[in-house]
Every structure is written in structure tokens, then in C-alpha cells.
């Protein structure tokens, strides 16, 4: 039976909800549950997954609706105890520090910080783009971590930020570093000498953490949101952020990342990077460079663009870094076995793709089914971080049901000879990913020992020695229950490859003169962008409250805005008083 509760006037954060969600659905006697706000959008999500009712269809913007499928009405009790509980013990962590300077009003916010130069935002992405253009009013860089904001919203913000001298990170940012200070979903990275411009939240996690694994460290770390390399934005945030790490004294190298790009964009950046002042490293996703050039340096993988930055930085010759098998040997080649990953990042998901198509010789991605990077001859890449399975639905960053449901999966074709999967720790990830996932791969592997089959399971950690969850104690878990932990993604499909019977090749690469082009202007560069990335950041945090919590840890001042939808989450009429807020009336 589909009972429905509505709180009305109870706004939650989608995250907790995701998290009271995964909760609840645990509970015996509970067939399905979804709890979100009552939002059009989520209204939409509600009545796709069988969960509709005349009760959920009334409640407005700001109420909390909970939706469940129960075997029982007295599991109905149960149900509020524990999202009362959940709650309780939700806004007791939020609490947290009585020093914290928590708002509920942007006025509230300027009052207590009146220096702020930085907003962050992480609420629902129908209301961030009109929060992120009050922050341009009040002259601050923003960094959205909220998905779902329109093309056309980014395009404005980004456009407007440009004019103003300001910086817009995101939509859809997951990860940044701003003079040492993580911001959102990142690593415990030392500090150091290298930047980091990046169209990629996973890429740059990757980067930074072998950098740091490698012994150095990174100043800024500026994610641009995936989309800022397309035609329609143009690389506002890019090329802004490349003039800004230009002379920015803290950095010596910068390193460039993009998922694949609009051709055009790439061919602007590049030619702005001709004339650079600093030795930069370029990464696009899926091109295969053959040469590097006099301090303008090529890379094929987030490995590959790492060590790149470490040498250089470092004043040390550019060699390659060879893989050397530290398995037992595997299958053959003919014995036609086949890797099936599953990733939470996009990137590492797509860098993996890369190197599995040209280490077999596929051409072409396979089936177009939503999720699925790569699906043919038996190879499947799943990014299980794609919106198709986060919404309404726990990150695999925290949540590790999905992906073991397709592990699972991928061991009922006979074909697979390797499951191949990434941990990223850091801020905003599962306190225990290893361990969450333990249950799932012993059950898998006591299951395979039975049948007397042979699958490989096989793992890259994205994180630092830092990080809070332990790397030496998610690395040894893996281990001890027979996974084969790699330090990063390449090597672990290289790892993955070898397995089945193949050798990845790296190539070495000539470095060849050359010569600057002639500029074209001046890169001049705001001071509001400057003082960003040489202090640490003064923010106003829009939405989740961990994110201000880890801004504390590094001392970093930080006003807590608790906030709701305003005009009880009606759309138009917010677009109403954001017109009326941006124009003065003579009497």
C-alpha cells in the first residue's frame, strides 16, 4: 500500500534527503521510498517511479514529502520515528560550532561579513542561478555546485561575471581549492606550486592527489563546470581562470584538464596558452598527442599530466613512468574475457573508455543506453555518477547499493574476467566506502570460488595519505578481501588489461621548439579574481552545511546561510522580485 506524509514548511537539503532516503529504504517492510521536496521537478520523479498521490500532488515547494510503498500501516510509525530521528541528529551536527555565523537572509550575511569574496552554492539547481546573479550584485566570485541550472542561466552568469571581473565556477562544480582551502567535494591536498584549471570534478581530484602523492602540492585548483568548454559558453571561465594562474605568484606550473571540448573552444585556449608566461600542461580528453612542446607539455592521461606537472615544477627531465606487472598473470588472450567498470566519476569512467578502445581495438561506444560510456563485445564503462542514476537517488560517492547491484550483474556473464571500479575519498564522500562495499564483493567472490571461476576484481583509490577516511586503511580492506588496488586510474586499467591478456603502450613524446605567436591583447586581470586566489577565501555558504564545516577546519571565515526558497519556491514569482530587486523606482 502508497501511504503519503507531507510536512508542510519542513525544507530539507536534497543531499540529507537522499541520505534519510537510503535510510529508510533499509527498513523492513518497506518496498519503495522517496522522500524529496515537493518541488514541480521532483513532483515529475515521484510520479516516474509509481509513487504519485492526490496528497503529493498538493503540497507546495516548501513542504517535505515523504512517499512509501508499505507492506504494513504500522511500518508507518516506524517510518516517522526514524526521519524524525534522521532530522534531529541532522540539524544537532549542523549546530556544530557555536562560533559559526549562521543566516537566513542574504542581508544577515553581507552584515556578518561584509569582506566576503566568495559564494558557494550547493541548493536545487531551479533556484541557483537566480542566488548566483544576487552574488554578482554583491560583487562576489561564486562557485555552483548545484546541477541542473539551464545552459542559457550559465551563459548569462558567466558572461555577466566576466564584464564584472569576477569568476563563476560551475554549474555543476564538484570540486575546487582556493589558496590550500578544499571546497565541496575535493581532497586533503598540501599546499604547493602547482594550478590546476579543470572542465572535470573527478579529473581534478585525480591530478591533485597524485600530485600530492607524488610529494608536492597545489596552490588553486579552479573547477570551471563540465559545460564551459562547449560552443555555446566558450570557455568564459577558462580562459579567465588560464589569465588569472598566469600571474598568479603562488603557481610556477599550471595544468590545463578538459573533458572533451568543443573544437573551437580548444583551438582559443590553446592559442591563448601559445603565448603563456608559465610552463603549462594541456590535457583534453581523447585527443592523443604525439609531441610535447618547449614548455607547453601534452598529456594522454590524469597520470601522465600529474608527473608531468611534478617534474616540471621540480626542474626535472620528462620521462615516462613504465607499468610493470605486479599481478599474478591472468587470462589469455584468447580465452576472450572482458573488463566491466563501474565508476562514480564521469572522468575516470571516460579516461578508462579511452584506454580499454585503443588497448583492444574497439571502435565506436556500443549501445546508447543512458549511463553506459562503453557497451559492446562484452566491454561495458558505467558512469554510475550520471544523472540517470543520482536522481533522487545517493551519489555511488556515498552510496554504494547501485554498484554492487551491477557487479553483481556483470558476474552473471561468463565473459567477464574483471570488475573494475574507483574509491574516491575526500570531503563529501562515504566515511567507509571500503567497508560499505566489502559485504557485496565477499558475497561475489565466495559465490565465484564455489562455481570455480576466476574474476578479477580490481580497484583505483583517488585520494591522499590526508584524506579523512584513512587511504592505508581503505587500501588494506580492499586488499585483504582480494581486490588489486591501484594508485591510480591508469594503472588500474592498465592492471585490468594485463588480466585479460593485454599490454597498454605508452609512447614516449619529443619535446620540439617553439615559438610564441604574436598576442592578441593584454590579459589584464580583475582584482576581486586576484585577491581570490591569493588569500584564503571569505564565504558565504549557500545550502549544505558540511561544506562549511571543512572551511572552518582550514580557518577559513565562513558565514552559514540556511536557506529556503524564497516566495514559497514559486518560480516565476521569484524571477518577479529578482527583476524588481535589480531596479530602482524614482518616487
Avoid at 3 to 13: A, E, L, P, V
Avoid at 133 to 161: G, H, M, P, T, W
Avoid at 492 to 511: D, N, R
Wanted: overall charge negative; hydrophobic content about 40%.
Amino acid at each position: 500500500m502508497i501511504k503519503t506524509i507531507i510536512q508542510k514548511g519542513s525544507y530539507q537539503d536534497s543531499v540529507v534527503l537522499m541520505l534519510l532516503t537510503n535510510k529508510i529504504s533499509a527498513m523492513p517492510g518497506i518496498n519503495k521510498v522517496s522522500i524529496m521536496m515537493a518541488t514541480p521537478s521532483n513532483k515529475d520523479l515521484f510520479k516516474a517511479s509509481g509513487l504519485e498521490t492526490p496528497e503529493l500532488m498538493e503540497a507546495k515547494s516548501n513542504d517535505m514529502a515523504i512517499v512509501v510503498d508499505v507492506e504494513s500501516e504500522e511500518t508507518i510509525g516506524q517510518v516517522l520515528k526514524e526521519t524524525e530521528q534522521f532530522l534531529s541528529n541532522q540539524s544537532k551536527n549542523s549546530a556544530g560550532n557555536e562560533e559559526t555565523n549562521v543566516v537566513s537572509s542574504w542581508e544577515q550575511a553581507l552584515k556578518k561579513m561584509p569582506d566576503a569574496n566568495l559564494a558557494v552554492l550547493s541548493i536545487p539547481g531551479m533556484y541557483a542561478a537566480a542566488e548566483a546573479d544576487r552574488a554578482l550584485d554583491e560583487n562576489l566570485n561564486v562557485f555552483i555546485f548545484s546541477d541542473n541550472v539551464s545552459k542559457k542561466d550559465e551563459i548569462y552568469l558567466k558572461q555577466k561575471a566576466h564584464e564584472k571581473g569576477l569568476l563563476v565556477m560551475g554549474p555543476d562544480c564538484g570540486t575546487g581549492i582556493i589558496k590550500g582551502v578544499p571546497i565541496a567535494f575535493t581532497n586533503k591536498v598540501k599546499m604547493g606550486r602547482i594550478g590546476v584549471i579543470g572542465a572535470s570534478g573527478t579529473g581534478i581530484q585525480e591530478v591533485t592527489t597524485i600530485i600530492d602523492q607524488l610529494g608536492e602540492g597545489v596552490a588553486n585548483a579552479i573547477g570551471t563546470g563540465g559545460r564551459d568548454l562547449s560552443a555555446e559558453v566558450g570557455g568564459i571561465t577558462m580562459l579567465d581562470a588560464i589569465d588569472a594562474m598566469e600571474k598568479d605568484s603562488q603557481v610556477e606550473v599550471v595544468v590545463i584538464l578538459s573533458k572533451p571540448p568543443a573544437k573551437e573552444v580548444r583551438d582559443v585556449i590553446v592559442k591563448r596558452l601559445w603565448n603563456y608566461e608559465k610552463p603549462v600542461v594541456t590535457l583534453f580528453l581523447g585527443e592523443k598527442p604525439e609531441i610535447h612542446e618547449e614548455n607547453f607539455y601534452h598529456a594522454y592521461t590524469l597520470d601522465e599530466a600529474a608527473r608531468i606537472a611534478v617534474s616540471l615544477v621540480r626542474n626535472e627531465a620528462i620521462v615516462l613512468d613504465p607499468w610493470k606487472p605486479s599481478v599474478q598473470e591472468g587470462f589469455k588472450k584468447e580465452d576472450l574475457k572482458t573488463i566491466k567498470g563501474y565508476y562514480s566519476g564521469g572522468t575516470l569512467a571516460s579516461e578508462a573508455v579511452m584506454l580499454i578502445k585503443e588497448t583492444v581495438g574497439i571502435s565506436g561506444a556500443g549501445d546508447k543506453q543512458e549511463g553506459y560510456m562503453l557497451n559492446t563485445k562484452g566491454y561495458t564503462v558505467i558512469d554510475l555518477g550520471d544523472d540517470v542514476y543520482t536522481v533522487g537517488k545517493p551519489h555511488p560517492m556515498i552510496d554504494p547499493t547501485n554498484r554492487i547491484a551491477c557487479m553483481k550483474q556483470a558476474l552473471e556473464e561468463e565473459q567477464t574476467g574483471v570488475i573494475l571500479f574507483d574509491l574516491v575519498l575526500g570531503y563529501g564522500s562515504h566515511e567507509d566506502m571500503a567497508g560499505a562495499l566489502l559485504p557485496g564483493i565477499q558475497d561475489m567472490m565466495e559465490h565465484l570460488k564455489n562455481q570455480g571461476r576466476r574474476v578479477y576484481f580490481v580497484a583505483t583509490i583517488c585520494g591522499t595519505k590526508a584524506d579523512k577516511q584513512n587511504y592505508d586503511l581503505q587500501k588494506k580492506k580492499l586488499e585483504d578481501a582480494g581486490v588489486i588496488v591501484c594508485t591510480s586510474n591508469k594503472r588500474a586499467v592498465e592492471t585490468a588489461l594485463y588480466l585479460i591478456g593485454y599490454s597498454y603502450q605508452e609512447e614516449e613524446k619529443t619535446i620540439e621548439p617553439r615559438e610564441k605567436m604574436k598576442a592578441d591583447k593584454v590579459h589584464s586581470v580583475s582584482e576581486h579574481v586576484m585577491e581570490l586566489l591569493e588569500q584564503k577565501p571569505r564565504v558565504i555558504n549557500i545550502g549544505l552545511k558540511s561544506f562549511t564545516d571543512v572551511l572552518e577546519e582550514f580557518s577559513c571565515k565562513a558565514v552559514q546561510y540556511q536557506w529556503t526558497p524564497p516566495a514559497g519556491g514559486d518560480l516565476e514569482l521569484i524571477k518577479v522580485l529578482q527583476y524588481l530587486r535589480g531596479h530602482k523606482f524614482s518616487s
